[in-house]
């Protein structure tokens, strides 16, 4: 197995959306704010490579979308999947899994795109199985109010249309290792419904993606809950005994949404589980 850390684009949030009820005296200290309030943001996936399989975690908000859409999140930076797929020797057509943590714009943007005269939609990933949970499916295709703006039909319709959407098993309890998969993954609730997150066993470690169970390194404190999640006072139990978990197995946490850092580590401390160290992917692994 190869792993391999795909940029597909930075783009800005509004801080106080991204930390709820936290003071942003507090979270302005690891994630300043710009004079618009907006803090950086990253979409980073991940690729696996196990064979001649070569599953891709995730897509990033993709292209498709309107300026007026866009204008909203701020875009910078020239990362882009096409341009980390190619700097690892692979294209998009060689893509034969999309696993999908979740299916709001910024997780599953990027795996429909415009046909060639932009008359419908179509698999921006053409040999690929895209996989999901039913559970979560069928939360995202009948979204609640809250939800309604990050789950975009155009988004999701077209790969059960396109005939190459599936679901993973559904697990017994909150951790499932599905045959069809190559890793592992915990199923949380406070986010969204059924949020997959991967674990990952590769050279001797655990790397576990994060998605929107930890967002960014400034996130780590247990309050800092993000406004974005539907159940925050379930995310509070489901975080704390994560972090307990990786702290005592000394997991290394793969952060989608941190634009400056790319691993950390996490340990015990009087105050809770705060951050160790952070690394980058290729530090630790090359």
């Known amino acids: 197995m190869k792993l391999y850390p795909i940029e597909s684009g930075n783009f800005k949030l509004d801080g106080g959306a991204m930390f709820g009820v936290v003071p942003k005296s507090l979270w302005n200290r690891t994630n300043p704010a710009d004079s618009n309030n907006m803090i950086d943001m990253a979409a980073r996936c991940m690729l696996v490579e196990n064979g001649d399989r070569l599953t891709l975690i995730d897509t990033g908000m993709g292209d498709k979308q309107s300026d007026k859409f866009f204008g909203y999140y701020y875009r910078w930076g020239d990362h882009s999947i096409d341009k980390s797929l190619k700097q690892h020797?692979?294209?998009?057509?060689?893509?034969?899994?999309?696993?999908?943590?979740?299916?709001?714009?910024?997780?599953?943007?990027?795996?429909?795109?415009?046909?060639?005269?932009?008359?419908?939609?179509?698999?921006?990933?053409?040999?690929?199985?895209?996989?999901?949970?039913?559970?979560?499916w069928e939360w995202a295709v009948h979204p609640n109010a809250r939800e309604k703006a990050s789950f975009l039909k155009e988004n999701i319709l077209p790969m059960e249309e396109s005939g190459q959407l599936h679901f993973v098993d559904k697990p017994s309890g909150d951790f499932a290792q599905p045959n069809e998969m190559d890793f592992g993954m915990l199923f949380v609730d406070g986010h969204t419904d059924k949020q997959m997150i991967p674990h990952i066993d590769y050279k001797g470690k655990k790397l576990v993606f994060m998605a929107d169970l930890l967002p960014t390194a400034g996130h780590l404190p247990l309050p800092y809950v993000m406004g974005y999640d539907t159940r925050p006072l379930l995310t509070l139990p489901e975080k704390e005994k994560f972090l307990n978990e990786a702290a005592d197995n000394n997991y290394y946490l793969f952060l989608e949404h941190d634009a400056h850092n790319q691993i950390i580590t996490v340990k015990h401390t009087e105050k809770g589980v705060r951050l160790d160290r952070v690394f980058t992917f290729n530090e630790l692994f090359n």
């Open 89 to 136: 020797g692979f294209h998009r057509d060689d893509i034969t899994d999309v696993f999908l943590t979740h299916l709001h714009f910024d997780h599953c943007g990027g795996a429909i795109q415009w046909n060639k005269d932009q008359t419908g939609y179509e698999p921006a990933f053409k040999n690929a199985k895209f996989w999901s949970n039913k559970d979560h």
